[in-house]
């Protein structure tokens, strides 16, 4: 007997694991939303009776939710800014050098190297910005006060111990500097050959393929990858609270200062463990506000990449 089905028997066979991929596709699809839903709806919840606390019932003596959520989203996002200022120059040339000027084995030991930098702790990321980034951060911070005191960033008596915003903003870009390399190179790489070639044939140098081929090409993929960045940086936690000295309530552009903004995520773990009452409360509406900064930086991220022609969904 043969074990080969007929054309018909074959054809039903065919379409009912059609029909069962497509069902646990979808229902992976479904389970994805409600989670999220569900995540957002138990914030909502737990975080509402916040909204009527008082200053004898919020943390730090908060006169409402909103004067403590505002400056905290201002930190999280200034410190977000920052690190993405610091990381994406860096990260797009190594994804350049690595895809255009690293042969062979450098380059893949280079893409490795930076790759690995995504597995370390972020606790680890907090101890070595606090022992080894902010001591000796300190001569520097005092030079650019000196020198640069003028310009408002660079106001201000510098901080003693190095814990400042700066300090944080540079801890994060190392963190998410695998991210902006990683998706970087990826996009780099899909440009194609026959665009960079014809660039060069018309007489192009390689930095003039790069800058007026490549980068143009890979836009959208940069673009995409300093997004996916910006959400990991806005969502750090244990490094930021290690780093960072905060002062409740402040607003401010200094970076070199002992009195920096606070951010939400670090402010969540550093005061949830002693929260009791309406506290816990407001915390998880600071929780909810960040999720909603986070989901808006993500759809953003997804409407430059179809404006760029990334996508076409």
């Known amino acids: 007997m043969s074990d080969v089905l007929p054309p018909s028997e074959a054809g039903q066979v065919g379409a009912r694991r059609l029909d069962a991929l497509h069902l646990l596709t979808l229902s992976a699809a479904l389970a994805t939303l409600l989670l999220l839903g569900g995540v957002v709806v138990f914030l909502g ?12 019932n919020l ?8 004067a403590l959520a505002w400056p905290l989203l201002y930190g999280s996002v200034w410190a977000s800014f920052l690190a993405i200022l610091l990381a994406v120059p860096v990260g797009v040339g190594v994804a350049v050098f690595a895809v255009f000027m690293a042969r062979g084995a450098l380059g893949r030991w280079l893409g490795t190297a930076i790759d690995v930098l995504a597995a370390v702790p972020s606790v ?22 000196t020198r640069l005191g003028w310009i408002p960033f660079f106001a201000g008596t510098p901080s ?48 003039e393929m790069i800058r007026t081929v490549v980068l143009p090409e890979a836009r959208s993929g940069i673009v995409a990858g ?15 609270a290690m780093v960072l000295s905060p002062k409740p309530f402040l607003v401010s552009l200094r970076l ?30 600071l929780g909810l506000l960040l999720f909603a900064v986070t989901f808006a930086v993500s759809f953003l991220a997804r409407a430059i990449v179809r404006r760029s022609g990334g996508g076409s969904r």
């Open 256 to 285: 070199l200062t002992s009195e920096n903004p606070g951010t939400v995520a670090a402010y969540i773990a550093q005061n949830y463990p002693e929260a009791h009452g309406l506290e816990v409360n407001a915390l998880i509406w």
């Open 124 to 145: 680890v990321y907090g101890l070595w910005g606090l022992a080894v980034i902010a001591p000796r951060a300190v001569p520097v911070y005092e030079w650019l006060s």
């Open 226 to 240: 300093v997004m996916l960045a910006l959400g990991r940086a806005l969502g750090e936690t244990m490094a930021v």
């Open 160 to 207: 003693t111990t190095g814990r400042t915003i700066l300090t944080a903003a540079l801890v994060l870009a190392v963190m998410i500097l695998p991210i902006v390399s990683s998706v970087s190179r990826e996009a780099i790489r899909l440009v194609p050959s026959s665009s960079t070639e014809g660039a060069q044939a018309l007489g192009a140098t390689r930095w």
């Open 59 to 66: 943390p730090a003596g908060a006169s409402s939710i909103w």
């Open 45 to 56: 919840i737990e975080g509402a009776p916040a909204l009527s606390g008082t200053s004898e």
